[in-house]
């Protein structure tokens, strides 16, 4: 039997799960609503708001679960990538823990566990299998071999897609986080109606700034024009800008489908809750036969379930971290060559 904590502070949600022998006893996230008023995370405030509720998340994924601190077999942390500052509230904490409970600590890539989200729930995704991580830090398609051996095919060489949205949402007067409300809009509008271009790049590797520059460049030249121009077509744009977006991830992976001849497809990420994404994926699973995997939207997001579950199988192989790991920003995933 095994029981891991997980704890995930890489950005704004400081978060506590508990995992026993493969299974989700509780989930816990708290969100940071003050960068709202910034409309965009201010990684200062991010760090010291996950000073502030890192012990009663704990807390309450222990009681959530029915667990005691000292029936714990292993603490599990979210190393990086992601802000300096965030992750060093959860990398010591975790340390605290391990040396109080004389546990083995174990250090988790996030986006290894936002892949291993898939495994949480009963039904899972066999090898060996695409998985397209889309959110506001990562877009990245991977091909899973087996628990950690991954290929990775292509990844974004600037700006995430969920970066994308959110920025486009705040250009159109959107309230931070915006994506999610751009996406309510755009179902309302005519995709057609406005076209971006669509970054031309000859591998799996994506691009977003291009595109970003183009609606900003779109958007001041309309507005210049007609004042009113983003009110009066406010649907009809971010329609457009969501089919734009979606379409560049979509064209991709469709084509590493096709070519490694892998139609079992995982979508991990924030940006998986996106209705066009979805509606792209269940077009291909009737004209592709694709078999696709979508976690539940709170394992989606950033959740601790992800990493603890990453934990539970790195503790089953006893990979564990020294004392002396330290947070890592930038951390990068370890790939098949």
Same mark, same amino acid.
């Given at each position: 039997?095994?029981?891991? !904590?997980?704890?995930?502070?890489?950005?704004?949600?400081?978060?506590?799960?508990?995992?026993?022998?493969?299974?989700?006893?509780?989930?816990?996230?708290?969100?940071?609503?003050?960068?709202?008023?910034?409309?965009?995370?201010?990684?200062?405030?991010?760090?010291?708001?996950?000073?502030?509720?890192?012990?009663?998340?704990?807390?309450? @994924?222990?009681?959530? /679960?029915?667990?005691?601190?000292?029936?714990?077999?292993?603490?599990?942390?979210?190393?990086?990538?992601?802000?300096?500052?965030?992750?060093?509230?959860?990398?010591?904490?975790?340390?605290?823990? /391990? =040396?109080?409970?004389?546990?083995?600590?174990? $250090?988790?890539?996030?986006?290894?566990?936002?892949?291993?989200?898939?495994?949480?729930?009963?039904?899972?995704?066999?090898?060996? &299998? !695409?998985?397209?991580?889309?959110?506001?830090?990562?877009?990245?398609?991977?091909?899973?071999?087996?628990?950690?051996?991954?290929?990775?095919?292509?990844?974004?060489?600037?700006?995430?897609?969920?970066?994308?949205?959110?920025?486009?949402?705040?250009?159109?007067?959107?309230?931070?986080?915006?994506?999610? !409300?751009?996406?309510?809009?755009?179902?309302?509008?005519?995709?057609?109606?406005?076209?971006?271009?669509?970054?031309?790049?000859?591998?799996?590797?994506?691009?977003?700034?291009?595109?970003?520059?183009?609606?900003?460049? &779109?958007?001041?030249?309309?507005?210049?024009?007609?004042?009113?121009?983003?009110?009066?077509?406010?649907?009809?744009?971010?329609? $457009?800008?969501?089919?734009?977006?979606?379409?560049?991830?979509?064209?991709?992976?469709?084509?590493?489908?096709?070519?490694?001849?892998?139609?079992?497809?995982?979508? @991990?990420?924030?940006?998986? /809750?996106?209705?066009?994404?979805?509606?792209?994926?269940?077009?291909?699973?009737?004209?592709?036969?694709?078999?696709?995997?979508?976690?539940?939207?709170?394992?989606?997001?950033?959740?601790?379930? =992800?990493? /603890?579950?990453?934990?539970?199988?790195? &503790?089953?192989?006893?990979? &564990?971290?020294?004392?002396?790991?330290?947070?890592?920003?930038?951390?990068?995933?370890?790939?098949?060559?």
């Amino acid at each position: 039997m095994a029981i891991i !904590l997980g704890i995930e502070s890489s950005c704004d949600d400081t978060s506590a799960s508990i995992v026993k022998d493969g299974k989700v006893l509780s989930n816990i996230v708290c969100s940071q609503a003050i960068h709202q008023k910034y409309g965009g995370v201010v990684p200062e405030l991010a760090s010291r708001a996950h000073e502030k509720n890192i012990i009663p998340t704990i807390s309450e @994924a222990l009681k959530s /679960a029915s667990v005691s601190l000292s029936e714990i077999n292993a603490i599990s942390f979210t190393q990086g990538p992601g802000l300096l500052g965030s992750l060093l509230v959860g990398n010591c904490f975790a340390k605290g823990i /391990a =040396m109080a409970q004389k546990i083995p600590l174990i $250090s988790v890539n996030h986006i290894e566990a936002h892949i291993n989200a898939h495994f949480i729930e009963d039904v899972k995704p066999t090898f060996p &299998f !695409l998985c397209l991580t889309v959110s506001g830090g990562h877009t990245q398609i991977i091909c899973v071999e087996g628990f950690g051996k991954y290929k990775l095919l292509g990844e974004t060489l600037d700006d995430a897609i969920g970066e994308a949205f959110d920025k486009s949402a705040k250009l159109l007067g959107l309230p931070y986080p915006g994506g999610p !409300l751009l996406d309510k809009m755009a179902q309302l509008g005519n995709f057609k109606k406005y076209e971006f271009p669509i970054p031309e790049i000859k591998n799996y590797d994506f691009s977003f700034s291009g595109i970003k520059t183009s609606i900003l460049n &779109f958007l001041q030249n309309n507005t210049r024009i007609n004042p009113d121009f983003i009110a009066q077509n406010l649907n009809d744009i971010c329609a $457009s800008i969501q089919y734009s977006l979606i379409k560049i991830v979509m064209r991709k992976l469709k084509k590493a489908s096709q070519e490694f001849n892998i139609k079992t497809i995982a979508i @991990a990420g924030g940006v998986a /809750a996106n209705s066009e994404l979805r509606s792209k994926i269940q077009f291909e699973v009737q004209l592709s036969n694709w078999e696709v995997f979508i976690p539940k939207f709170e394992y989606c997001t950033d959740n601790a379930a =992800m990493i /603890a579950i990453t934990g539970y199988y790195k &503790f089953l192989n006893n990979d &564990f971290a020294d004392l002396s790991s330290v947070p890592n920003p930038r951390l990068e995933m370890k790939v098949i060559k």
